[in-house]
């Protein structure tokens, strides 16, 4: 089944990307937005598709990277402090974190660490210590 979405004063290209990956079979399952203002942004499908937009570079090559043997791309967060600041993780429960917060690389490391995997990680606006992790065993 199709995924439905609406999209509200978004850039063009990201709704744009979102319905060409749609119309293709591959439904979009996440996207993100970098801080810094301009056009700064990353779409992830369902298949493990991904786009990016002006994310730092290591970034996009990180994501390229984890993917290569076969892990699809899950979520990608973009802390408020913005520069280049990031986490990518992936359906098989790896991780990637740069420039984020210490105690949420460490918990995410720590609720991993008993079979779980970490399934999405988020970040307020507000910025500093922050965040919020999710695992597939509900924690």
């Not at 996207?31 to 203002?37: R, S």
């Not at 660490?113 to 597939?136: E, I």
């Amino acid at each position: 089944m199709a995924v439905k979405f609406f999209n509200r004063n978004i850039p063009p290209e990201v709704h744009d990307k979102m319905k060409s990956f749609a119309s293709a079979g591959q439904d979009p399952a996440w996207v993100a937005f970098a801080p810094g203002g301009g056009d700064r942004w990353s779409v992830v499908t369902r298949a493990g598709t991904f786009f990016n937009r002006n994310i730092p570079d290591e970034c996009h090559d990180k994501m390229k990277e984890l993917t290569s043997g076969g892990a699809k791309v899950v979520c990608v967060a973009f802390p408020p402090q913005g520069g280049n600041s990031w986490s990518v993780v992936t359906d098989k429960g790896t991780f990637f974190n740069r420039n984020i917060p210490d105690e949420c690389h460490d918990q995410m490391k720590e609720l991993s660490s008993g079979g779980a995997k970490v399934v999405c990680v988020a970040f307020p606006p507000q910025g500093g210590n922050s965040w919020s992790v999710v695992t597939d065993k509900g924690t």
